[in-house]
């Protein structure tokens, strides 16, 4: 049967008729937001970059915590800046570095689900994500250790996932057998398994100051094109113990997403990353879009491409919406 028999708008003459029949609905337990820390300041700041986006003091957690709780989200993903940077990114796996006693703070004063970014960037001197040579080569194995020191050290602090972004082969792995001996069988590790070499990455480099000093990393984030080899990427975190994987960044890679939950029956995380949400804030300011309905549904998109954990700055908004 076709037209004048079946008539779709049938469906699409109300709101309550929209609601009824909607297909993809996101819910605000879905929702992590990212949040950032500085051990340099005692106030919150905020970046130009990221209008909106707080960067807060090692100080205040219940009032934090309580904020982003009364919007409706129940999880966070950490990130910290440090007081000091060094070649080997010291920082990140002191027993009282920022992220240690962000998450700390987070636990003391909250019930909120906290996930720890695991990675050297915002660590070193040198801005990239592990061990660096003379000749500007990130080596791998001997990074991995250093990864491995980080997560026993997040855990310790009482992180309730431990998400890898360095994009270092066998990460995984070394993580997995790390926190398995320290006795924490039980943290799960969110792999940062298909992260691609974007340029939408740029606004999380100011609040974070982890732009690399030299070079760019090509040599360990995932080329532009290349969608048969972020299957691998997911399979080789699958093999290696992970229990969620992640593509990031999420709008230019919806394909990549709805691949992976054609293929893999587990959680898929999927990051609308800085550049992102930059994109949106300013032609939002300039008048040129309706900033609320672009938020909804480029949100929902990514959950009906597959995603099941949606990280995300807009997260309080979204939930208040919902």
């Known amino acids: 049967m076709m037209y004048p028999e079946v008539r779709l708008r049938r469906l699409r003459q109300?709101?309550?008729?929209?609601?009824?029949?909607?297909?993809?609905?996101?819910?605000?337990?879905?929702?992590?937001?990212?949040?950032?820390?500085?051990?340099?300041?005692?106030?919150?700041k905020y970046t130009d970059s990221m209008p909106g986006v707080p960067t807060h003091p090692l100080s205040g957690y219940d009032a934090i915590a309580s904020g982003i709780q009364d919007s409706g989200v129940g999880s966070v993903l950490v990130f910290g800046v440090p007081s000091h940077k060094d070649p080997t990114g010291t920082g990140a796996y002191e027993e009282h570095g920022v992220?240690?006693?962000?998450?700390?703070?987070?636990?003391?004063?909250?019930?909120?689900?906290?996930?720890?970014?695991?990675?050297?960037?915002?660590?070193?001197?040198h801005g990239h994500c592990g061990v660096?040579?003379?000749?500007?080569?990130?080596?791998?194995?001997?990074?991995?250790?250093?990864?491995?020191?980080?997560?026993?050290?997040?855990?310790?602090?009482?992180?309730?996932?431990?998400?890898?972004?360095?994009?270092?082969?066998?990460?995984?792995?070394?993580?997995?057998?790390?926190?398995?001996?320290?006795?924490?069988?039980?943290?799960?590790?969110?792999?940062?398994s298909a992260k691609f070499q974007s340029a939408f990455y740029g606004p999380f480099r100011d609040i974070a100051d982890s732009a690399p000093g030299k070079g760019d990393r090509a040599g360990y984030q995932m080329a532009w094109g290349n969608a048969r080899e972020a299957m691998r990427e997911i399979e080789f975190d699958i093999a290696e113990g992970a229990d969620i994987i992640?593509?990031?960044?999420?709008?230019?890679?919806?394909?990549?997403?709805?691949?992976?939950?054609?293929?893999?029956?587990?959680?898929?995380?999927?990051?609308?990353?800085?550049?992102?949400?930059?994109?949106?804030?300013?032609?939002?300011?300039?008048?040129?879009?309706?900033?609320?309905?672009?938020?909804?549904?480029?949100?929902?998109?990514?959950?009906r491409a597959g995603a099941d954990i949606i990280i995300t700055y807009f997260a309080e908004d979204m939930a208040r919406m919902l």
């Open 14 to 44: 109300s709101q309550r008729m929209r609601d009824l029949v909607c297909e993809t609905r996101v819910s605000k337990d879905e929702l992590m937001l990212p949040m950032f820390f500085d051990a340099n300041i005692g106030e919150t």
């Open 99 to 125: 992220v240690q006693k962000a998450i700390e703070g987070l636990k003391e004063n909250s019930d909120l689900l906290v996930a720890a970014d695991l990675c050297l960037c915002e660590y070193t001197d």
């Open 132 to 192: 660096l040579t003379e000749d500007g080569e990130v080596l791998n194995d001997e990074t991995l250790d250093l990864y491995a020191r980080t997560a026993v050290s997040q855990a310790q602090a009482g992180a309730d996932m431990i998400a890898p972004s360095g994009m270092m082969d066998g990460e995984v792995a070394a993580i997995r057998q790390a926190l398995d001996d320290a006795g924490f069988k039980n943290v799960p590790i969110m792999g940062y």
């Open 246 to 303: 992640m593509v990031k960044p999420a709008l230019p890679y919806l394909d990549i997403i709805r691949m992976a939950r054609d293929r893999y029956d587990m959680p898929i995380a999927a990051y609308q990353v800085s550049g992102e949400y930059a994109m949106i804030k300013a032609a939002a300011a300039n008048g040129w879009i309706d900033e609320q309905r672009i938020m909804r549904e480029s949100i929902t998109a990514i959950k």
